[in-house]
């Protein structure tokens, strides 16, 4: 290995791979400040998250900065979003003090239960997940191989961080002490649901009729797509009067592409708080970076004095917004599935976050006829007949072993495990029995074809026990909460 990456007596410890070569003879690996806009991260990336730099000047374990270095590398490769990349550099870097402190100065003294030491002191879902992403890279890589398992942290209850009704209500009667581009900045988040991020990413020119039909274009954050959402023509009208606004602030032949721009005052105090104050405002053909974002917010919020019933004081943030969109869907009962879609997520994991009814809703679904899907997670997944009577029918055939919620309108089924690998199975306590003489089956073929050598098989073998061993976690969960409610 190179000796630049660590001295000649930790080499055992710590290889290279032909990649972590290539890699370590960029020169840009003998820097201490990397520039994110040469790293490939756009000027607006950087400039919407307030940092064009990656600073590795404060680590003090030479060996632990070449690490540092080559899972940065990686992480750019594969495309991390610009936060993540930041919060990796950062927890990193807290390790190296925390050796530091400690005295553990050599990568031999790196072992599991200092790292749950570390992850313990702060924050320990977010070391936790930065950890176990650089240690199982150093390990693919060949560069340090550390045992580590991750531990199951006790989750809190989600926070559901929505603005109450009498809130929003404030909020409306002062939407007017921000700026207009401002106001209408986050009257566009509300009704769309978006991050704050995609708001302000947003292109100028973002519209297009198709009809009657007004269609807005947004960039989906998470799935990392443009997809064009059909929107109300009363939204169409805000967004075309920022539009207007844009063309007559900076001129229609502008290079300026966003449809919000940078606002500010020399004043401390919010435009419009006090009307018989003038208050200039300046306008810069730039994007609005998530700092003066929230700093906007919280004068608001002081100068309109937002209070919940309880006459505490409300602190607003952009990304309540967000979730207040899902909160106003789920009082109207709208499906999960759709409102995930909404919000552009790529799985109903997040729910929680945004609504009460998704914290209770296993509770529910044990009262019901529970199902377990191929992941082990117990969900009611069932269409509701009342609005689609037709749909249901294709939606649900019973099969062998527990039910298909695969839709015949995908044509024939091309899994090569059928059901067990089908994201679309679902089963209940009553497949239990089935389930556990497949388990007795398989086990015999396994043995069989140990003893013939047959590796593509015993391979097979082994997901397959796998995938029903989720199903029986998942049995047991869903057994769990009827017994709670039971007993309740």
Not at 374 to 391: A, D, I, N, Q, W
Request: charged share 25%; aromatic share 10%.
């Amino acid at each position: 290995m190179a000796e630049a990456f660590a001295p000649q007596a930790l080499q055992e410890r710590i290889t290279l791979s032909e990649l972590g070569k290539q890699w370590i003879n960029d020169p840009l690996m003998n820097q201490d400040v990397w520039s994110l806009l040469e790293l490939g991260y756009s000027q607006e990336e950087c400039r919407i998250n307030g940092h064009y730099h990656l600073y590795f000047h404060k680590f003090s374990l030479p060996w632990l900065k070449r690490l540092t270095q080559l899972t940065i590398k990686a992480s750019v490769r594969e495309r991390y979003s610009l936060g993540r990349i930041i919060h990796r550099v950062g927890c990193l870097n807290h390790l190296d003090s925390f050796l530091c402190n400690y005295g553990y100065t050599q990568p031999q003294s790196l072992t599991e239960a200092l790292l749950h030491q570390f992850i313990s002191e702060i924050n320990s879902g977010n070391r936790q997940n930065a950890i176990a992403y650089a240690l199982n890279l150093w390990k693919e890589e060949q560069w340090l191989e550390i045992a580590f398992t991750p531990i199951k942290l006790k989750k809190k209850s989600p926070k559901i961080e929505t603005i109450p009704e009498e809130v929003l209500y404030q909020i409306y009667e002062k939407f007017d002490l921000f700026p207009p581009t401002l106001e209408r900045l986050f009257r566009l988040q509300l009704v769309l649901g978006c991050r704050i991020g995609e708001i302000l990413t947003m292109p100028r020119h973002s519209l297009k009729q198709e009809g009657d039909k007004w269609f807005l274009l947004r960039w989906v954050e998470k799935r990392k797509h443009w997809r064009f959402v059909q929107i109300h023509p009363l939204v169409a009208e805000l967004v075309q009067e920022q539009q207007r606004f844009l063309d007559a602030q900076f001129g229609r032949d502008s290079e300026f592409d966003k449809l919000f721009c940078t606002v500010y005052t020399h004043h401390q105090s919010i435009p419009w708080a006090d009307r018989e104050l003038d208050t200039t405002l300046f306008y810069k053909p730039q994007t609005i970076t998530r700092l003066r974002i929230s700093n906007w917010l919280i004068n608001f919020r002081e100068v309109a004095d937002l209070k919940d019933k309880h006459g505490n004081r409300f602190k607003l943030t952009s990304h309540m917004f967000r979730r207040t969109k899902a909160s106003i869907m789920a009082h109207c009962e709208v499906e999960d599935e759709y409102i995930a879609a909404v919000l552009g997520h790529g799985s109903l994991d997040m729910l929680p976050h945004y609504r009460q009814r998704s914290l209770i809703r296993l509770e529910k679904e044990a009262n019901l006829k529970g199902y377990v899907d191929m992941y082990g997670r117990v969900t009611s997944f069932k269409p509701r007949k009342t609005r689609y009577e037709k749909l249901a029918n294709l939606l649900k055939v019973s099969i062998p072993l527990g039910e298909c919620h695969r839709p015949t309108m995908l044509g024939d089924c091309q899994h090569r495990y059928a059901c067990l690998s089908c994201p679309h199975h679902r089963i209940t306590p009553e497949d239990k029995s089935q389930l556990e003489a497949d388990v007795n089956c398989l086990q015999q073929d396994l043995i069989q074809a140990q003893k013939n050598g047959q590796e593509r098989r015993v391979t097979e073998i082994a997901n397959l026990l796998a995938l029903i061993k989720n199903r029986f976690d998942g049995l047991s969960e869903l057994q769990n909460l009827q017994e709670q409610k039971n007993h309740g």
